[in-house]
């Protein structure tokens, strides 16, 4: 399983860094995790071609984690001239809120003659779930987004890759990190108190319950990229755009 990470940033570009989006191939498919609204410029800043993705999975509704969507769509349509099919999973709600989305965007261009076969698979909640032969398991955090925000495990037989998404601090993470080859946490703030995410005055000390091989930083606001070297010091890898890990 070989990660390249397409965005590493929160909502509003901090550091002048993509909206979140994992580039992720496996021993199975090409899979992208998240599609925030600036990943389609970014896939293809980093060399990325939207055409080798043969499936998305989404942790939750919120525009810098799914906000690409159209424009991915209407590129694989209109320029890439897509053949291959795409499937596009997500939590329940994920297929009226795309919709919406793409005719607030683009009206009209949900009466489009797909070229391409493109369809939605709506996850549920602490169910597994087959995602283009991936186990697929999501659990729920707290994290406001109209729709269950979730966390995800994905394993592809041979490797497990496991996300936060974003959430304020639950225990659920625990299990949610559990065995995996790499966590993804979000880090949103370094302190003080933050509706629906993580700070790193909390995440540090729960550290040593999150039992991954390895544990990557993300998501991080410009507090918090200040001091990323504190997280780095005790052992946690921190996520750049661009960076490509063999997990
Ligand atoms: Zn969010």
Known sequence: MRLTIVGSGDAFGSG??????????????TLLVDCGASSLVAMKAHGLDPDRVDGIVLSHLH???FGALPFLLLDAQFLARRERPLLIAGPPGTRARLDALLEVFFPRSTANAWRFAWEVKEIDVGRQTDVLGHAVTTTEVVHFSGAPSTALRISDGEKLFAYSGDTEWVDALVAVASGADLFIIECYGYSGRFNGHITWEVLKPRLPDLRAKRIMITHMNPSMLARQDEAKAVGALIAEDGLVLDI
Do not use: I, P, S, V
Request: hydrophobic fraction near 35%.
């Open 16 to 29: 002048g860094r993509f909206n979140t989006c994992f580039f992720l191939e496996t021993a199975k498919a």
């Open 63 to 65: 525009g810098d984690h």
